[in-house]
């Protein structure tokens, strides 16, 4: 491929009937019209967007959301969201997408960024990340159960605004190795799971804080995200399957994946809590 003929540089208004048909073409289970495009998107910012553009057409995208790394050597650094990867069906296999997510990398080098993570919806891509850079933190293995094997929940369930639950989110993850989402990032988990039948929710087990981000699958609730003391997590699953009127409960660990960036890449192989679950 000439390099005369590619183009990088930031998403504008007026590509967004290419990108919503790149985004049908990759994520056919996600509507065009998503939250992501109606309140995520923000054009003409390279700190938001790149796409790859050959002989003047867009071939390959990719977006990023603001959140954060906390080390607790460390502190916090910058640690953009990577989402919305995606490239024309018609060109993979050229190397359009890892040329632009290291593209993105460098680019968020030079910004002081701390790290990149992404969040996959499942672990196809996990081969593709690793050769990028990129680390799969350690993740519990997926766990399913009945109602019926779960102890009756005594507590209180209530649903949450994102921002008061990113608030939650934090207090219960102090002083762990963490990404901090944010309330655009934890704003895009709600829309994501409300739009499957569930929501985030906050609970208070026998004094104990909770939060959780679940949503529906004909009568499984998926567990995307639970924080509580192991002693409580039977009571805080029942509680979510009996609001979501669920017959199991599916804790899903997600595939989340890391690249630490200039202070923090001294840390060969990075440990802590990215979150459970798909994005998008």
Not at 172 to 198: C, S, W
Request: aromatic content about 10%.
């Amino acid at each position: 491929m000439g390099a005369q003929a590619i183009k990088l540089r930031a998403a504008r208004e007026t590509d967004l009937p290419r990108l919503k048909t790149l985004w049908r073409a990759s994520f056919p289970d996600c509507a065009a019209d998503t939250y992501f495009f109606e309140h995520c998107f923000v054009p003409g910012h390279v700190e938001s967007s790149l796409v790859l553009l050959m002989d003047g057409k867009i071939q390959s995208m990719v977006f990023f959301l603001p959140t954060f790394w906390y080390d607790e050597a460390h502190g916090y650094g910058p640690a953009p969201c990577l989402v919305g990867l995606a490239t024309d069906p018609d060109c993979r296999r050229r190397q359009y997408a890892s040329w632009l997510v290291e593209t993105a990398c460098d680019f968020m080098v030079e910004k002081g960024a701390g790290g990149i993570w992404t969040m996959l919806p499942d672990d196809t891509l996990e081969l593709f990340f690793s050769m990028q850079g990129f680390w799969t933190l350690p993740r519990a293995a997926a766990r399913a159960y009945t109602a019926a094997e779960l102890p009756k929940g005594t507590g209180r369930l209530r649903r949450a605004e994102p921002e008061e639950y990113e608030r939650q989110r934090e207090k219960l993850l102090q002083g762990k190795n963490h990404i901090v989402a944010g309330n655009l990032v934890a704003a895009l988990q709600q829309a994501m799971a409300v739009r499957r039948g569930g929501g985030m929710f906050l609970m208070e087990l026998h004094g104990a804080p909770v939060c959780a981000i679940a949503a529906k699958n004909d009568a499984v609730a998926q567990v995307w995200e639970l924080l509580c003391p192991e002693q409580v997590r039977g009571e805080a699953l029942a509680l979510l399957a009996e609001e979501l009127h669920a017959a199991r409960c599916v804790v899903q660990s997600g595939c989340g994946m890391l690249r630490l960036l200039n202070r923090f890449a001294e840390l060969k192989q990075p440990e802590g809590y990215l979150g459970c679950g798909a994005l998008l």
